[in-house]
């Protein structure tokens, strides 16, 4: 399964929010400082990156039960990519 693709609304850095977003809110409730709302695509994103320990932990926080699993990390994906990469030349 290819990776969900990032919104364009999100900050550069660290953490970003998909297209697999709902608009549920969760995010924004455990990481305020983080998260905003989209209006026009009901979808929330990365507004700030976090700039110290408690921000990363709530950003963490969010991320991990994120219920539609919206959230990711920039390690995530280059993560993915390599598991794609490795199964690809496996079976070729």
Known sequence: MSEAAKLPEN???RYHTTEECDGCAYCAAVAPDNFEFHKPTNTYYVAKQPVDR???ELVLEA???CPLDA???EDEVVEAEL???DHGNNRG
């Open 54 to 56: 408690e921000e990363e």
């Open 83 to 85: 598991q794609e990469d």
């Open 63 to 65: 991320k991990e039960d």
């Open 11 to 13: 900050v550069p850095g």
């Open 71 to 73: 959230i990711r990390s």
